[in-house]
């Protein structure tokens, strides 16, 4: 070890052990490192001892600031560096100097005075530039910017309404399984929900229903419970009680996203919580199995994407020109349904036959998540070209489903009742008729 | 109890209201409202899509937000479901039935309470939520006679179930009352549906 290392370590040590701090061992441990070094000798140990008393006689009190100034800043500084999470090595270096070159001048009240405006300054500093808003969500996935839909609620909302945010995906942390999703921290409070959350973000300023009329806000709040009530249970039906889609997909995809040892834990949680809440929710007594109710919800579902198409109509959003929070809603939960490769999806085929909804949601990816590269715009409308029924039959074979199940469930009757059939059986027998009366026997 | 109280109380406990017709019986609102339709009586013929989507949108509204409030306040409540709910819900059984039946239906909807995120929620906050229901509702009515103008639909019969019941069934306090009381127009149309229709019933209590 170098000889002159050795001494500025004795210095400190000993201004250490003068304050009361380190305490013997450091000492006789410098002592012992000292006395090993080959290159040392008495006459080192000597000027050593004479430095440190030159020191003591010129100002012990000043050798203290520096050294207690010292390791306040670099405490201090290594509680910002863990807050901001940024190196702040080079603020060390300033402020050491500062109290290097201060101390030297043997002022004891300005290198106090000074080290504390430089702290204050660092900390005001850093506490200007840090703290943006910082969103938890699930990572993305089939060309989307995340694969659960209250994280693509809030995404989407951020989005349209232009706010800026740090956006943190949770996939491959300990948070997947702590964390409740999606969760936005600011300046150390913590909202989660995507209700509450957009709420927060309202009163922050970054409102995209501000355009809107009082009664558009109350048909925004009626259509959000819609969605919650009709299209939620069947979306989570599909992806986490489904066995095919989520043997297939949805507990791959989640095992993979996760770190050891939670992604055996993980996909689990999500789906008995599913389960659960299906149960509770749509099933009328707890005799019921999810069997029985899986068919209400499906069909409820149909009908919630029959009437949001009726609603959203040929306009790009649900209200005019701009998107708001209920098309954040929508896309949030149609997005999944319409992307993810389902081996087994019921509604996601009755999904692709509604055009404008595809529409929509390729709109937004479009515009709003730039990523998405363009050509994946054109997934929906070749299944729809493929569709060979046209607009006026199609209207009209949705409105024969739904009338038919209400018809079966009543009355057996009326299922034969003649201005109930779909246009096309009546075409049938008169071709099949033509036919007979064109050949000849 | 009047007839609407009997309603709402027997939707919470899930069977009743229900109809016989000859040897058919149907039972809650949404089936009941089927199957009239099945037999060519429908309030909501003369609207067109995007209004019947509205309307299906502010049904699920007001089973949302309000039904859900309702169960909240009568047993997530401790006071309310001491005092008022477990009571009533075990009067026609007797001991032990009564308490068991009480605190099974209790711990049912703080199970659902808890799987839809309204657990966490303090009282006040459910207030809130509740006027908030009823600004969107008092919004949507406007100054019309019922909600799509000229003649009710199943979206006038469900409000008036839900606000007839919170105005007249008596609970520790009256602060979910007074909210909705809040609501001039909400109370008017009240008053119009239960006169109109409900001549020989008694009256709401004034404001």
Redesign the interface.
């Known amino acids: 070890m170098c000889p002159i290392l050795c001494h500025k370590l004795l210095l400190y040590f000993r201004a250490v052990s003068a304050l009361g701090g380190g305490g013997g061992s450091i000492k006789y441990v410098c002592e012992k490192i000292f006395r090993c070094n080959p290159h040392c000798n008495r006459k080192h140990f000597h000027n050593c001892n004479l430095t440190t008393h030159f020191f003591s006689i010129k100002s012990k009190v000043s050798v203290s600031c520096f050294h207690l100034c010292f390791l306040t800043n670099i405490c201090w500084v290594q509680v910002l560096s863990w807050r901001t999470g940024m190196l702040l090595d080079s603020c060390v270096c300033v402020c050491v100097c500062v109290c290097v070159c201060v101390c030297v001048c043997v002022c004891v009240c300005v290198c106090v005075c000074v080290c504390v405006c430089v702290c204050v300054c660092v900390s005001m500093v850093h506490t200007n530039m840090a703290e943006p808003m910082e969103l938890l969500c699930w990572g993305g996935d089939w060309d989307l910017p995340s694969v659960h839909t209250d994280s693509l609620i809030v995404l989407a909302y951020v989005k349209f309404s232009g706010a800026k945010l740090a956006v943190k995906s949770i996939d491959w942390t300990w948070r997947t399984i702590t964390a409740s999703v999606p969760q936005l921290h600011y300046e150390g409070s913590t909202v989660t929900?995507p209700t509450q959350i957009l709420n927060f973000l309202r009163k922050q300023r970054f409102n995209a229903d501000y355009e809107l009329t009082?009664?558009q806000?109350?048909?925004t709040?009626?259509?959000i419970?819609?969605l919650?009530?009709?299209l939620r249970p069947a979306l989570m039906h599909t992806f986490w009680v489904d066995a095919e889609n989520y043997a297939n997909l949805t507990r791959p995809w989640f095992t993979s996203h996760s770190p050891f040892p939670l992604n055996f834990f993980v996909p689990g949680r999500q789906a008995s919580?599913a389960l659960?809440?299906i149960l509770?929710?749509k099933a009328?007594?707890?005799l019921l199995n999810i069997t029985e109710v899986e068919g209400k919800i499906y069909s409820e579902a149909k009908?919630c994407l029959n009437?949001?198409s009726?609603?959203l109509?040929n306009f790009h959003f649900f209200f005019g020109d701009t998107p708001t929070s209920l098309d954040a809603f929508v896309f949030g939960h149609i997005a999944p349904l319409i992307k993810a490769p389902l081996p087994s999806g019921q509604l996601q085929k009755h999904l692709n036959q509604l055009d404008n909804l595809c529409q929509f949601c390729n709109t937004i990816l479009k515009n709003y998540f730039t990523d998405a590269p363009a050509e994946k715009r054109m997934d929906c409308s070749p299944t729809a070209t493929h569709d060979p029924v046209d607009a006026n039959l199609q209207k009209l074979t949705q409105l024969v489903n739904k009338e038919s199940n209400?018809?079966e469930?009543?009355?057996d009757n009326?299922r034969s009742s003649p201005q109930h059939r779909p246009h096309r059986h009546e075409t049938k027998p008169s071709a099949l008729a033509s036919e007979r009366i064109s050949t000849p026997p | 109890m009047s007839l609407a109280a009997e309603a709402f109380v027997s939707q919470i406990a899930g069977k009743v209201p229900f109809i016989q017709v000859g040897n058919q019986v149907v039972s809650e609102l949404g089936p009941i409202v089927q199957f009239t339709k099945a037999k060519g009586h429908s309030l909501s013929d003369g609207l067109d899509d995007v209004q019947r989507a509205e309307m299906k949108a502010y049904m699920e509204l007001v089973n949302n937000m309000l039904l859900t409030a309702e169960l909240y306040i009568q047993w997530c409540d401790d006071y309310t479901a001491t005092e008022i709910s477990r009571p009533r819900y075990s009067s026609p059984y007797s001991w032990p039935l009564n308490h068991i039946l009480a605190y099974q239906k209790q711990w049912e909807v703080r199970r659902k309470m808890n799987v839809i995120g309204w657990s966490g929620k303090s009282l006040e906050q459910v207030y809130e939520d509740v006027s908030q229901c009823c600004q969107a509702l008092s919004q949507r009515l406007g100054t019309q006679p019922y909600f799509f103008n000229k003649q009710p639909t199943e979206l006038d019969a469900l409000v008036f179930g839900h606000l007839f019941t919170i105005l007249t069934t008596q609970l520790t306090n009256d602060e979910l009352a007074e909210k909705v009381k809040s609501y001039t127009n909400l109370l008017s149309f009240c008053h119009r549906i239960e006169h109109t229709y409900f001549k020989d019933r008694g009256r709401i209590n004034a404001a």
């Open positions: 929900e009082a009664k806000g109350a048909d709040m009626a259509y419970a819609l919650e009530e009709k919580l659960s809440r509770l929710t009328e007594s707890p009908e009437l949001l009726h609603r109509g209400l018809i469930k009543m009355d009326l």
